[in-house]
């Protein structure tokens, strides 16, 4: 440690820098380590104002709950630019099937939606007022829509173990919602800088069609300074 010390500053800066984390999970749990970095010495903890100014980390988010954790669990020094919402994580879906349990009903699927919609009203204040350049909505796992044959509706299926092939038409107006009430937040900060909001995950052309209320906003957000667009690989081009 000593020997560490005695390096010039910018070099033990760009050790440390290099040293942190490209993506940072939020949760109450989780300690940021530029924290860390506060604990271990003086010499140290003068370095971190400026070792602060080159870390952009991603913040992932994987439950509707640690979006209160968001500002209050990372240094005041350290900004927030780019964040991603995992909408539907691996742990979530374990945690929702139980032990036994092998499927998930469209009503907790739509429950899900319903608290991370509720989750990012609540916790409006966590976001930055500025310096947020991207949020990132992932929606994998749903990889794709099905037409049900029956009545032509077209509905969406989750692809993941727990879940099988089990149909969800209620969950269009969920994400909808989700992705409008992001964009609202955008509209505040889209007069400072030009936030992007970016759709990972995939879901097919017929699914986005079937959410005309997003689709009618997207000309007119484009148009207040926000920059939307879909990830490539989240149109499943087979199932147009």
Same mark, same amino acid.
């Given at each position: 440690?000593? !020997?560490?010390?005695?390096?010039?500053?910018?070099?033990?800066?760009? +050790?440390? =820098?290099?040293? =942190?984390?490209e993506?940072?999970? %939020?949760?109450?749990?989780? %300690?940021h380590?530029?924290?860390?970095?506060?604990?271990?010495?003086? %010499?140290?903890?003068?370095?971190?104002?400026? +070792?602060?100014?080159?870390f952009?980390?991603?913040?992932?988010?994987?439950?509707?709950?640690?979006?209160?954790?968001?500002?209050?669990?990372?240094?005041?020094?350290?900004?927030?630019?780019?964040?991603?919402?995992?909408?539907?994580?691996?742990?979530t879906?374990?945690?929702?099937?139980?032990?036994?349990?092998?499927?998930?009903?469209?009503?907790?699927?739509?429950?899900?939606?319903?608290?991370? @919609?509720?989750?990012?009203?609540?916790? #409006?204040?966590?976001?930055?007022?500025?310096?947020?350049?991207?949020?990132? %909505?992932?929606?994998?796992?749903?990889?794709?829509?099905?037409?049900?044959?029956?009545?032509?509706s077209?509905?969406?299926?989750?692809?993941?173990p727990?879940?099988? @092939?089990?149909?969800?038409?209620?969950?269009?107006? !969920?994400?909808?919602?989700?992705?409008?009430?992001?964009?609202?937040?955008?509209?505040?900060t889209?007069?400072r800088?030009?936030?992007?909001?970016l759709?990972?995950?995939?879901?097919?052309?017929?699914?986005l069609?079937?959410?005309?209320?997003?689709?009618?906003?997207?000309?007119?957000? #484009?148009?207040?300074?926000?920059?939307?667009?879909?990830?490539?690989?989240?149109?499943d081009?087979?199932?147009?």
């Amino acid at each position: 440690m000593g !020997q560490f010390l005695e390096l010039p500053a910018e070099i033990r800066q760009e +050790i440390l =820098l290099s040293a =942190l984390p490209e993506k940072i999970t %939020v949760s109450p749990a989780e %300690v940021h380590p530029m924290t860390r970095l506060l604990l271990i010495c003086k %010499v140290v903890k003068q370095d971190v104002e400026e +070792i602060a100014k080159k870390f952009s980390p991603e913040y992932l988010v994987v439950e509707p709950s640690h979006l209160c954790c968001l500002k209050s669990r990372r240094p005041a020094m350290s900004p927030i630019e780019c964040v991603t919402l995992e909408i539907f994580s691996a742990a979530t879906l374990e945690a929702m099937t139980g032990a036994t349990s092998s499927s998930v009903s469209s009503s907790e699927i739509g429950d899900l939606l319903y608290q991370w @919609n509720f989750a990012l009203g609540a916790a #409006r204040s966590a976001f930055p007022k500025s310096g947020l350049k991207q949020i990132t %909505v992932d929606l994998t796992p749903i990889p794709h829509s099905c037409r049900d044959e029956s009545d032509y509706s077209i509905t969406m299926a989750v692809s993941h173990p727990a879940v099988a @092939n089990r149909m969800f038409s209620m969950c269009e107006s !969920q994400i909808s919602n989700l992705i409008i009430f992001i964009c609202t937040y955008l509209k505040i900060t889209a007069q400072r800088q030009r936030p992007k909001l970016l759709v990972t995950g995939k879901l097919s052309l017929q699914t986005l069609f079937r959410i005309p209320t997003l689709l009618q906003d997207i000309a007119r957000i #484009r148009e207040e300074g926000i920059e939307i667009r879909f990830d490539p690989e989240w149109m499943d081009e087979s199932k147009v």
